[in-house]
T-cell receptor, first 114, second 113 residues
């Protein structure tokens, strides 16, 4: 069984540009989560999809961030326009069922905004 | 609110030394507790978990016991190896939540031969 995959592994962009991150969850996992770790700080929750629906987006920092999961399979997280403080590692995770199920994480996307 | 505090790193040990990484939490209700590990160049992997008080999670020689009275979930290993060098994250999942893990800041462990 393939694990959670994320693309790209690294991205370096300039302030004001747009970047789109992609996450492919484990096949059959209805729950998909995005997290972010800013340098030296905790990994913070961004949002949670159940299939194609946003269950909780309370962690999204502002309206420059847009997440989608059309068709309930892969998800994208777009940052537009990117700011310096958006730099960090963006992790995606998936789980089969809600709540107490183990979440399986991808390798992360390292985003650097210059 | 809900939070996790873990010891600051980095931690540097010699091979076969004893490891303890402290983790304490603040949470409403009785959360599930986790240790995740991130090896260099890889994603987060679940190392072990415990879902109720006095449960002991264990995996790959690592152990952690859910202590409700001290709100702690310290990670221990009796004899570390160079291959254990990684960043370790303590996390909680509030019972009844939608699955939003709350993480500590991570502790980087380096094991020297």
């Amino acid at each position: 069984e393939a694990g959670v995959t994320q693309f790209p592994s690294h991205s370096v962009i300039e302030k004001g540009q747009t970047v789109t991150l992609r996450c492919d969850p484990i096949s059959g996992h209805d729950n998909l989560y995005w997290y972010r770790r800013v340098m030296g700080k905790e990994i913070k929750f961004l949002l949670h999809f159940v299939k194609e629906s946003k269950q909780d987006e309370s962690g999204m920092p502002n309206n420059r961030f847009l997440a989608e999961r059309t068709g309930g399979t892969y998800s994208t997280l777009k940052v537009q326009p990117a700011e310096l403080e958006d730099s960090g590692v963006y992790f995606c995770a998936s789980s089969r069922d809600t709540s107490q199920e183990t979440q399986y994480f991808g390798p992360g996307t390292r985003l650097l905004v210059l | 609110g809900n939070s996790v505090t873990q010891m600051e790193g980095p931690v540097t040990l010699s091979e076969e030394a004893f490891l303890t990484i402290n983790c304490t939490y603040t949470a409403t209700g009785y959360p599930s507790l986790f240790w995740y590990v991130q090896y260099p160049g890889e994603g987060l992997q679940l190392l072990l978990k415990a879902t109720k008080a006095d449960d002991k999670g264990s995996n790959k020689g690592f152990e952690a016991t859910y202590r409700k009275e001290t709100t702690s979930f310290h990670l221990e290993k009796g004899s570390v190896q160079v291959s254990d060098s990684a960043v370790y994250f303590c996390a909680l999942l509030r019972r009844g939540s939608q699955g939003n893990l709350i993480f500590g800041k991570g502790t980087k462990l380096s094991v020297k031969p």
